[in-house]
């Protein structure tokens, strides 16, 4: 399972929704009514959890990542800054 597929699923699973109909990878989750805070906060602690990446605060209220998709590059972004700090590491 990709990062994506594993974004994917933890928020079907969590928040009981099903991408593919009248919500889409692009679509608004707390406006779909899908996510609130407290979810989004589950989601951020998941996603430090399952791919090792850190989210400070000011990630966490200065970028809302709303759809599936920002959330996915959210995590791609960081996966790259995490790589990018062990190559100048070593």
Same mark, same amino acid.
């Given at each position: #399972? ?6 994917? $699923? ?7 929704? =099903?991408? %593919?109909?009248?919500? !889409? ?8 009514? &899908? #996510?609130? @805070?407290?979810?989004?906060? $589950?989601? #951020?602690?998941?996603? =430090? ?8 605060? =000011?990630?966490?209220? !200065?970028? &809302?990542? &709303? ?7 959210? &995590?791609? %972004?960081?996966? @790259?800054?995490? $790589? %990018?700090?062990?190559?100048?590491? %070593?």
């Amino acid at each position: #399972m990709n990062r994506t597929e594993k974004i994917r $699923q933890f928020i079907e699973d969590r928040f009981l929704v =099903e991408f %593919g109909g009248d919500v !889409t990878s692009g679509s608004d989750l707390f406006k779909a009514g &899908v #996510m609130d @805070s407290f979810g989004y906060i $589950q989601l #951020m602690s998941f996603l =430090e959890d399952e791919f090792g990446i850190a989210i400070s605060d =000011e990630d966490m209220l !200065t970028s &809302v990542f &709303v759809s599936l998709d920002a959330i996915d590059g959210f &995590v791609a %972004g960081k996966l @790259s800054e995490r $790589q %990018g700090d062990a190559a100048c590491a %070593g």
